[in-house]
Nanobody, 117 residues
Framework: QVQLTESGGGLVQAGGSLRLSCAAS????????MGWFRQAPGKGRLLVAS???????NYGDSVKDRFTISRDNTKNTLYLEMNSLKPEDTAIYYC???????????WGQGTQVTVSS
């Protein structure tokens, strides 16, 4: 099973950009589907974007055309490029992974993203 470590969160003004990274341990990381999720205070954890082991991407409606997910299998790293950030993007962002399952069952510790108005 892989272990996931996120980095890159922080405080940014509305309209700004951030790039999140998720380092995955283990030689089999490239075989996992991976995704970014976020959880705002008092709300559930929601999908932001995902990419399968074959490179097929999917985005939540609220981030389409603003966020880009990518993975570098040579570095076992998942990225989330976030542009045109809005205050409503404020949340803890989690990296998740799954292998042969419907649900994501491996998680990082999360990284805080705060967007000020």
């Amino acid at each position: 099973q892989v272990q996931l470590t996120e980095s890159g969160g922080g405080l940014v003004q509305a309209g700004g950009s951030l790039r999140l990274s998720c380092a995955a341990s283990g030689r089999t990381a490239r075989a996992y589907d991976m995704g970014w999720f976020r959880q705002a205070p008092g709300k559930g954890r929601l999908l932001v974007a995902s990419v399968t082991s074959n490179g097929v991407t999917n985005y939540g409606d609220s981030v389409k055309d603003r966020f880009t997910i990518s993975r570098d299998n040579t570095k076992n790293t998942l990225y989330l490029e976030m542009n045109s950030l809005k205050p409503e993007d404020t949340a803890i962002y989690y990296c998740g992974a799954r292998y042969g399952r419907t649900l994501y069952d491996t998680w990082g510790q999360g990284t805080q993203v705060t967007v000020s108005s």
